[in-house]
């Protein structure tokens, strides 16, 4: 019997225009009424899930989001971190250095100033409205070293962002999981994180184990909790080698594509 469902947003969960259906809400709630805790894994911070979170009554003593692709898991509610695999300003001052140099915009979220930025730039703005935040454009050398970061991003246009990521020197991959999760942004996480060691952190607090989760997704960032999953499933507009990876794939965001998964594997109908 699984135990634990992930479902990621954008592209899974999230119709394209951003709404979720009334079936996938149904289908969440009778998993939830079986003692299935159902969490969303997103790269976003929780300030830009509280309205899902809200919409699908997910904001209980029981309930927990996964953000920034897993770098920080916490309770909804009191917003208790449960763990928490950060990056720090010496990461931010190096990345900035190697994106002056590739000429692609950037910025970051630091935990105690948010969504920060050297200069302020169309996807900053997206990330700002995605997730309803403020920007906060800052001098990047005022930062000092030891500074937490939750992530760092270089965010262009998507004909800039691609050959700027080709030409990265191979020690980029060497110290930060690098993750595209969409054609404009590319996040670098602390070494040790992805969606699948966030789940992986869950499971161990609720002590689940791996055979017992379903995971969710579309995209890059999400090819880790597919692959670390009991079952993994790809969506059908799923990127081809998330859908490689998977152990199933099921339909599209448009078509209801959460919903039918779990009736199939959790509500068996």
């Given at each position: 019997?699984?135990?634990?469902?992930?479902?990621?947003?954008?592209?899974?969960?999230?119709?394209?225009?951003?709404?979720?259906?009334e079936r996938t809400k149904s289908?969440?709630?009778?998993?939830?009424?079986?003692?299935?805790?159902?969490?969303?894994?997103?790269?976003?911070?929780?300030?830009?899930?509280?309205?899902?979170?809200?919409?699908?009554?997910?904001?209980?003593?029981?309930?927990?989001?996964?953000?920034?692709?897993?770098?920080?898991?916490?309770?909804?509610?009191?917003?208790?971190?449960?763990?928490?695999?950060?990056?720090?300003?010496?990461?931010?001052?190096?990345?900035?250095?190697?994106?002056?140099?590739?000429?692609?915009?950037?910025?970051a979220f630091s935990e105690k100033k948010g969504l920060i930025t050297?200069?302020?730039?169309?996807?900053?703005?997206?990330?700002?409205?995605?997730?309803?935040?403020?920007?906060?454009?800052?001098?990047?050398?005022?930062?000092?070293?030891?500074?937490?970061?939750?992530?760092?991003?270089?965010?262009?246009?998507?004909?800039?962002?691609?050959?700027?990521?080709?030409?990265?020197?191979?020690?980029?991959?060497?110290?930060?999981?690098?993750?595209?999760?969409?054609?404009?942004?590319?996040?670098?996480?602390?070494?040790?994180?992805?969606?699948?060691?966030?789940?992986?952190?869950?499971?161990?607090?609720?002590?689940?184990?791996?055979?017992?989760?379903?995971?969710?997704?579309?995209?890059?960032?999400?090819?880790?909790?597919?692959?670390?999953?009991?079952?993994?499933?790809?969506?059908?507009?799923?990127?081809?080698?998330?859908?490689?990876?998977?152990?199933?794939?099921?339909?599209?965001?448009?078509?209801?594509?959460?919903?039918?998964?779990?009736?199939?594997?959790?509500?068996?109908?």
């Amino acid at each position: 019997m699984y135990k634990l469902v992930a479902i990621d947003m954008d592209g899974t969960l999230l119709k394209g225009d951003k709404t979720i259906s009334e079936r996938t809400k149904s289908a969440i709630q009778s998993a939830r009424e079986m003692d299935v805790t159902v969490v969303l894994a997103t790269g976003r911070p929780i300030e830009g899930v509280s309205r899902y979170l809200e919409e699908l009554d997910m904001y209980t003593d029981k309930d927990y989001v996964l953000s920034y692709n897993g770098a920080l898991v916490q309770r909804t509610k009191s917003k208790e971190a449960i763990a928490k695999i950060a990056l720090d300003g010496s990461d931010l001052h190096y990345l900035k250095k190697l994106s002056d140099e590739l000429g692609v915009n950037l910025h970051a979220f630091s935990e105690k100033k948010g969504l920060i930025t050297p200069k302020n730039s169309k996807y900053t703005e997206v990330e700002a409205d995605i997730n309803n935040i403020e920007i906060h454009e800052i001098n990047i050398d005022t930062i000092s070293n030891d500074e937490v970061m939750i992530k760092i991003m270089m965010i262009d246009e998507p004909e800039i962002l691609g050959p700027a990521m080709e030409k990265l020197p191979k020690e980029v991959f060497e110290k930060y999981t690098v993750v595209r999760s969409t054609p404009y942004f590319l996040e670098f996480l602390n070494k040790e994180v992805n969606k699948g060691v966030g789940v992986e952190m869950l499971a161990n607090h609720l002590g689940i184990k791996r055979e017992e989760i379903i995971t969710l997704g579309d995209a890059g960032n999400d090819l880790h909790m597919i692959e670390y999953a009991g079952l993994g499933i790809a969506m059908g507009n799923a990127f081809d080698e998330v859908k490689e990876a998977a152990d199933y794939i099921t339909d599209t965001n448009e078509n209801d594509g959460v919903a039918k998964a779990i009736e199939k594997f959790i509500l068996n109908k």
